[in-house]
């Protein structure tokens, strides 16, 4: 029987505390910076995601994760509340930035007939549109899927067309097909006021190194202050 690979894999997530075992810990408005080793066999565009939401909660909040270098792949939240949270990270085969990545090579190789892959692109803009979250997202990107469609069957004046439409660009990538993903098992945060225990015990932590840091130059200084003397009374003891 064939074996259906995930669009993505996810590996080597971060944080963890003994492989997930027990909760990380931050304080209340603290960052939540998580990464992980994210690819996919081929030449497909990857795109992912970090996840959040207080524990019994149904809805995630999401923000895109950036590339980092080589697979690895980084996201940063904030956690205003006292409580438990799960986290986790999603991936995904982004088809039309592939399309755009693509397109954009051919173009620069100076292919002059690009109405195959203009279609293509307006095809993608179109499906995307059908899954928009309302209908003013879904009228902005079937706008552009037809303005695509104008340069289908004659040499496109550039891709500038992206630049100026970055930002519908960037929301259909956001909301084209997570169809076939791939979800990082659910961790746990716990987020505690800053008198809390973690609060604490980094208070200690820094209390402590201050004292290291003081008795490490009381030390200096006594030892400055007894090779000064020595070296005096020798020279004392020479004349």
Same mark, same amino acid.
């Given at each position: $029987?064939?074996?259906? =690979?995930?669009?993505?894999?996810? &590996? +080597?997530?971060? !944080?963890?505390?003994?492989?997930?075992?027990?909760?990380?810990?931050?304080?209340?408005?603290?960052?939540?910076?998580?990464?992980?080793?994210?690819?996919?066999?081929?030449?497909? @565009?990857?795109?992912?995601?970090?996840?959040?939401?207080?524990?019994?909660?149904?809805?995630?909040?999401?923000?895109? $994760?950036?590339? @980092?270098? +080589?697979?690895?792949?980084?996201?940063?939240?904030?956690?205003?509340?006292?409580?438990?949270?799960?986290?986790?990270?999603?991936?995904?085969?982004?088809? =039309?930035? #592939?399309?755009?990545?693509? /397109?954009?090579?051919?173009?620069?190789?100076?292919?002059?007939?690009?109405?195959? &892959?203009?279609?293509?692109?307006?095809?993608?803009?179109?499906?995307?549109? +059908?899954?928009?979250?309302? *209908?003013?997202?879904?009228?902005?990107?079937?706008?552009?899927? +037809?303005?695509?469609?104008? =340069?289908? #069957?004659?040499?496109?004046?550039?891709?500038?067309? *992206?630049?100026?439409?970055? !930002?519908?660009?960037?929301?259909?990538?956001?909301?084209?097909?997570?169809? /076939?993903?791939?979800?990082?098992?659910?961790?746990?945060?716990?987020?505690?006021?800053?008198?809390?225990?973690? /609060?604490?015990?980094?208070? %200690?932590?820094?209390?402590?190194?201050? %004292?290291?840091?003081? &008795?490490? %130059?009381?030390?200096?200084?006594?030892?400055?202050?007894? %090779?000064?003397?020595?070296?005096?009374?020798?020279?004392?003891a020479g004349g």
């Amino acid at each position: $029987m064939a074996r259906a =690979f995930p669009s993505a894999v996810i &590996e +080597n997530l971060r !944080p963890l505390v003994d492989g997930g075992r027990y909760p990380v810990k931050r304080i209340v408005g603290d960052d939540l910076a998580v990464e992980a080793d994210i690819f996919k066999d081929g030449h497909d @565009v990857v795109a992912a995601a970090l996840k959040w939401r207080k524990l019994g909660e149904t809805h995630w909040h999401e923000t895109p $994760m950036a590339h @980092v270098d +080589n697979d690895r792949w980084r996201g940063v939240c904030t956690v205003y509340e006292n409580a438990i949270y799960e986290y986790t990270v999603e991936a995904w085969t982004d088809t =039309f930035r #592939g399309w755009q990545h693509e /397109f954009a090579t051919k173009f620069g190789a100076g292919i002059d007939n690009l109405s195959s &892959e203009t279609l293509e692109g307006a095809a993608l803009l179109e499906a995307a549109a +059908n899954r928009a979250a309302n *209908f003013a997202d879904a009228d902005r990107l079937r706008d552009l899927a +037809n303005t695509m469609r104008k =340069f289908a #069957g004659r040499k496109p004046g550039g891709v500038d067309l *992206f630049d100026d439409e970055a !930002p519908l660009v960037a929301h259909a990538l956001e909301i084209d097909a997570h169809g /076939f993903h791939a979800v990082e098992q659910q961790r746990q945060l716990l987020v505690e006021r800053k008198h809390g225990g973690l /609060f604490a015990a980094r208070q %200690r932590g820094h209390a402590l190194v201050v %004292r290291k840091r003081e &008795e490490r %130059r009381r030390v200096k200084g006594e030892r400055h202050s007894r %090779r000064s003397v020595e070296t005096g009374r020798s020279r004392g003891a020479g004349g």
